[in-house]
């Protein structure tokens, strides 16, 4: 600029650095003991943080990326357009994520859209979020009750072993909820410990696969609620491909069954038959 003028307030580089270190620092101690500590940030880990967070529940998502959203940002082969099967557009709604019905119980919403509505409610709500952190291990105390989780940075894990040896930490929670999609990685470690058997999700069925994953989330060992694509991975379920409706309400099921644990009771919609035969 010709005249030199000053917009910006006049801050030095320490200052920006202290800022950040502080304030994460801060942040981290506060939340290393938490109600709830969801394992994965997309749709339905979102939708789990903000029903929780909004009922005034202290809550943290994992997240190993670098983003959050999942495959919520880009819907299926890579086209940002996202479906949800009727009754699910009522989050949709809920939320001021614009849709239209494309067939009769069918619903398309541009991706990036509602997926910087669904993380926006988390935040409003008080959803605090952990990026570029994996999940190590689960904490175990009594009974092999699950109290919380292990991690350590993403990045972490992709270092030769020789020069990884970067111990991990642990976080506490009273709950933790297993969002990991087909991964179902806290499942896992328990079933790496013979603790629980995990058959795999099955080939895909779009029509009976929303139900079911509804259906069946819930708690699966003492302390570990499974919620999203990770109860098709537990269950032996059925693959629902690039629709999100039952990512959204099993979010909401996993965020219901938590708040009962810790005695804070939640209404959501029950029913034999959830979504619309598509």
């Not at 580089?13 to 506060?30: C, L, Y």
């Not at 699910?88 to 541009?110: C, Q, R």
């Not at 699950?146 to 930490?169: H, M, Q, R």
Request: proline share 5%; aromatic share 6%.
């Amino acid at each position: 600029m010709a005249n030199n003028k000053k917009i910006f307030s006049q801050v030095s580089e320490k200052e920006v650095t202290r800022a950040i270190v502080d304030e994460f620092s801060k942040e981290f101690i506060d939340y290393a003991q938490s109600d709830v500590i969801i394992i994965g940030g997309g749709p339905a880990g979102l939708m789990a943080g903000r029903e929780l967070a909004k009922n005034k529940v202290k809550t943290l998502i994992i997240e190993r990326n670098n983003y959050l959203g999942g495959g919520f940002w880009i819907g299926g082969y890579l086209m940002n357009k996202l479906t949800v099967r009727s009754p699910a557009e009522s989050v949709l709604k809920e939320l001021g994520i614009p849709h239209k019905e494309y067939s009769k119980g069918l619903y398309v919403a541009d991706g990036p859209h509602a997926c910087s509505k669904l993380i926006a409610a988390a935040c409003d709500a008080g959803v605090k979020f952990v990026n570029l952190t994996m999940l190590d291990d689960l904490v175990l105390k009594g009974d092999n009750r699950v109290a919380g989780v292990v991690v350590n940075w993403t990045p972490v894990g992709a270092l030769p072993k020789e020069i990884s040896c970067l111990d991990p930490v642990g976080l506490e929670a009273k709950v933790v909820i297993d969002a990991t999609g087909h991964d179902a990685c806290a499942v896992r470690k328990l079933a790496e410990r013979g603790l629980i058997k995990i058959p795999g999700f099955g080939a895909m069925n779009l029509e009976s696969s929303e139900d079911l994953v509804v259906e069946y989330t819930k708690e699966v060992y003492p302390g570990l609620i499974v919620c999203g694509m990770s109860v098709a991975t537990v269950f032996g379920l059925p693959r629902m491909g690039p629709t999100f409706g039952a990512m959204l309400l099993s979010g909401k099921k996993a965020a219901e069954i938590a708040l009962e644990k810790i005695r804070k009771p939640i209404l959501i919609k029950k029913g034999e038959r959830i979504f619309s035969p598509i």
